[in-house]
């Protein structure tokens, strides 16, 4: 296994649109898969998209730690429990909430920044296992958020070309000091940002 070098924002890869995965269990996918996740542990986010590491092809790793599940205290009227370390080979989204909420993201592919983004609340989503099976969920709340974000590096779409007002776009420490609770469609407090 190897810690991969992660694409920042302006590099091509990051723009293009990624290509489908014939096949989910060739071992040359298990071994991006492997990295992948090795990557994302050294750098301690939340998500990761293989574009992300410069391979343009349609996989996503991400999990939602306890941490990040659904708050109905916080205001998340949609919660959603931790999800495992999971793994989407040539994901498709299906909104099944056209309403949408706010909440601060980051990307390791634009360090240092975090911003506002509306998502979908809710969502129901299927892709390919490296098993070879197939998966189907359905999410909400940051759960959702995260895949969101996730299957976007796979369009070549970043967070901030999802923001609907870049004053919301900041330093990640600023955003913190300042936008801490920044509000969210009920008004109320948005956990802290998702690295992704
Ligand atoms: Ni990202």
Redesign the pocket.
Same mark, same amino acid.
């Given at each position: 296994m190897a810690i991969l070098k992660i694409a920042r924002m302006g590099h091509p890869v990051l723009r293009r649109r990624a290509d489908p995965i014939a096949d989910p269990r060739a071992p040359e996918i298990a071994r991006l898969i492997a990295d992948m996740q090795e990557t994302l542990r050294d750098i301690g986010?939340i998500?990761? @998209?293989a574009p992300?590491v410069h391979v343009p092809l349609r996989v996503v790793i991400f999990s939602v730690p306890a941490a990040r599940a659904g708050d109905p205290e916080a205001g998340d009227d949609a919660p959603d429990g931790p999800v495992p370390f999971t793994v989407l080979v040539n994901p498709q989204i299906e909104v099944l909430d056209a309403a949408t909420e706010m909440g601060l +993201? @980051?990307? $390791?592919?634009?360090p240092g920044l975090a911003g506002m983004v509306p998502r979908f609340r809710r969502l129901r989503y299927r892709a390919d296992t490296p098993d070879g099976g197939r998966l189907e969920r359905e999410a909400a709340g940051f759960h959702a958020r995260v895949v969101q #974000? +996730?299957c &976007? #590096?796979l369009d070549g779409v $970043?967070?901030p070309m999802r923001m609907s007002d870049l004053s919301l776009l900041g330093f990640t420490e600023e955003m913190a000091r300042w936008v801490p609770s920044a509000p969210n469609r009920a008004g109320a407090v948005t956990p802290a940002k998702a &690295?992704?």
């Open positions: 986010g998500g990761l @998209a992300q +993201e @980051a990307c $390791l592919s634009v #974000h +996730e &976007d #590096h $970043l967070y &690295d992704a």
